[in-house]
């Protein structure tokens, strides 16, 4: 989870609070923070510039402007693995969903950008 935002410290540590918390059923995402100002205002092509080839990580979870303007906190999630590339909005509280399932292989980048709502942003099954 890359911040690229850093207006605003309170929702930052807000959606880290989210993303952190297992949910009903005891699940979280299971994800590396990164809070440096180095990426600040970084845009989607810049980053994936910055992935290393063989990468292990097949998603960047990007905290940006738009996550932290929401009160849904949408997360955007990129395959970077995928081709063409995948990329979907993710409110922070179904992050783990598509972080458990793409990890463990039960289900493809696909099927969780086929269950966005019609602004874009998936919110679960």
Do not use: K, Y
């Not at 845009?43 to 996550?67: F, N, Y």
Request: aromatic share 8%.
């Amino acid at each position: 989870m890359i911040r690229t935002d850093f207006s605003d410290q309170e929702a930052w540590e807000t959606v880290c609070a989210t993303v952190g918390t297992p949910n009903e059923d005891g699940f979280m995402a299971s994800s590396r923070v990164v809070d440096d100002r180095a990426f600040q205002d970084l845009t989607t092509e810049q980053l994936l510039r910055l992935v290393p080839e063989g990468s292990q990580h097949r998603l960047l979870a990007l905290v940006d402007v738009t996550t932290i303007g929401s009160p849904e906190m949408p997360l955007l999630v990129i395959d970077h693995r995928e081709e063409p590339r995948g990329e979907i909005r993710v409110v922070a509280t179904e992050f783990w969903s598509i972080e458990n399932n793409l990890s463990l292989a039960n289900m493809d980048f696909h099927e969780f950008a086929g269950a966005v709502d019609g602004d874009g942003i998936f919110r679960g099954f």
